[in-house]
Each structure stands twice: as C-alpha cells, then as structure tokens.
C-alpha cells in the first residue's frame, strides 16, 4: 500500500496535518492500493481557520462489505477549520462544507462484492414462495458484467433445496438513481436465461444488488453522498455525487 500526503508548505505543524489526514483516511478503510491526499493552504490561510481546498484520491480501496472501488476522487472547495486545532495537525470542520466525488467500479468490483461473505451469508436459506407453498433457496455465486448499453448483467447459481437441483438464472437490467440520491436500484429486468425460475429469485438478488450500491458503502465517516448521475459503460460503472463533508474523519 503507497499512502502520500502532498502539503504545499513545510512547517511542522503543517507536517503534522498532513499525517493525521493521511492515517484518518487510511483508517475507514480495509485496504487501498494507492492513497493521496492533496491540501492546498498557506500559514496565513490556517491562521484564518481556512484551508483553501482539498483533494483525496485514491485507487483500490476496500469499504464495508469487501466493495471495492476501483478508483475515488472527492473534491473539497474553502474549509473552515478550527485554526489552533489545525497547526496541532487535526483537520477540525467549524462549518460543513460541500464538494464532489467521482467513483468508478468495475465488474470485477460489483462480482467482489456480491460474492463477500456478508452478502452471500443473506442469499443462504432464502424463504421464497412457489405455487402457494414456501420454498428455501441458497444462492451459490453470482458474477456481473456491464453492458455498453448501460445496463447490468447478472448470472447466478442457485440451488433449490426441496428439489436438490442446482439452476441458472441470467438477466439484464438498468440502474437507477432513486430516493433523492441516496439508493440506486435496477429496473426493466429481461431474462435471458431462468426465466422460467420463480420471480422471487431474481428479486432476491436486485434486492441484493440494491444492498452493494447503497451509498452507505461509499461512505466516510463525516462525509455523506448524494449521486447526481450513473453511467454505466462496458468496462465501469462511474458515480458522480456531491459529497457533503460534517466533519473529517477522525482516528
């Protein structure tokens, strides 16, 4: 793991901000390839209580529930800092401020994710119901790909217990930004392979893929998404969100 602070000025008290930014970040995080955190700030600036702006970027970073993302940018304008705290080296917010975030996800990531051992604990023992009588169902794998088209394909093993068989289901469907910014779920779900399965399963697994783009995931502490727009195209799935920062993540 490289982890880099690039701070325009050499003070120790600035040295001091740098590290502290670094190790809270790397802190919310299982693991990152690559961490970088940019502060733009003059003596004169953190004698004001300001930071003129920040930037975090960072590549293979591991959240909650194993999702990984491919690569993260978030964008912060003028902080207000608490300035006696700032030169002690704690990024210490007197007000909230507002910037953006730029993620990226690939197949391989949304498949991690899916296949993680919290999520694929839920899709074990499924209670779905056929023909008016209750069925359990484990969900064996599932694997993803994104479509040029902008939409998802899913495919997944799944094994009906009362039966002892093992089925396969495939479909596409199409992510959309849902509850002011905060969810996305997917909608025009057409089969391709499984369609005569029960609708319960694919629900099963939407509800799953629900789970993994929900934007707690992406999140920091402190720092809170709203998506603005999803683009889906054949090698990622890109989000672009305002990033509304209450206060920094703290050790």
């Given at each position: 793991?490289?982890?880099?602070?690039?701070?325009?000025?050499?003070?120790?008290?600035?040295?001091?901000?740098?590290?502290?930014?670094?190790?809270?970040?790397?802190?919310?995080?299982?693991?990152?390839?690559?961490?970088?955190?940019?502060?733009?700030?003059?003596?004169?600036?953190?004698?004001?209580?300001?930071?003129?702006?920040?930037?975090?970027?960072?590549?293979?970073?591991?959240?909650q529930q194993d999702?990984?993302?491919?690569?993260?940018?978030?964008?912060?304008?003028?902080?207000?800092?608490?300035?006696?705290?700032?030169?002690?080296?704690?990024?210490?917010?007197?007000?909230?401020?507002?910037?953006?975030?730029?993620?990226?996800?690939?197949?391989?990531?949304?498949?991690?994710?899916?296949?993680?051992?919290i999520l694929n604990?839920?899709?074990?023992?499924?209670?779905?119901?056929?023909?008016?009588?209750?069925?359990?169902?484990?969900?064996?794998?599932?694997?993803?790909?994104?479509?040029?088209?902008?939409?998802?394909?899913?495919?997944?093993?799944?094994?009906?217990?009362?039966?002892?068989?093992?089925?396969?289901?495939?479909?596409y469907a199409t992510?959309?930004?849902?509850?002011?910014?905060?969810?996305?779920?997917?909608?025009?779900?057409?089969?391709?392979?499984?369609?005569?399965?029960?609708?319960?399963?694919?629900?099963?697994?939407?509800?799953?893929?629900?789970?993994?783009?929900?934007?707690?995931?992406?999140?920091?502490?402190?720092?809170?998404?709203?998506?603005?727009?999803?683009?889906?195209?054949?090698?990622?799935?890109?989000?672009?969100?305002?990033?509304?920062?209450?206060?920094?993540?703290?050790?």
């Amino acid at each position: 793991m490289k982890l880099s602070v690039l701070l325009g000025l050499d003070t120790l008290g600035e040295k001091t901000l740098n590290r502290i930014a670094e190790l809270a970040l790397s802190s919310q995080l299982d693991h990152v390839d690559d961490l970088t955190v940019q502060v733009k700030t003059n003596v004169d600036l953190i004698a004001q209580g300001r930071l003129e702006s920040m930037l975090i970027d960072g590549k293979g970073l591991v959240m909650q529930q194993d999702l990984r993302m491919q690569h993260m940018i978030i964008r912060i304008g003028q902080v207000a800092v608490n300035p006696m705290a700032a030169l002690m080296g704690n990024i210490q917010l007197t007000h909230p401020t507002q910037g953006s975030a730029h993620i990226t996800l690939t197949a391989s990531d949304l498949t991690q994710a899916f296949n993680s051992t919290i999520l694929n604990a839920q899709m074990q023992g499924v209670m779905i119901e056929e023909d008016g009588q209750e069925v359990v169902l484990d969900v064996q794998s599932v694997s993803c790909q994104l479509c040029a088209t902008g939409d998802l394909m899913i495919q997944a093993t799944v094994c009906l217990r009362h039966q002892a068989t093992v089925q396969h289901v495939e479909f596409y469907a199409t992510p959309q930004i849902v509850d002011q910014g905060r969810r996305v779920q997917l909608d025009h779900v057409r089969y391709t392979q499984g369609q005569d399965l029960p609708p319960a399963i694919t629900q099963a697994l939407i509800e799953r893929a629900a789970q993994v783009l929900d934007l707690k995931n992406f999140e920091m502490d402190g720092i809170h998404l709203n998506l603005e727009t999803l683009t889906v195209t054949a090698e990622t799935l890109t989000l672009e969100a305002i990033a509304h920062v209450i206060r920094f993540p703290k050790l």
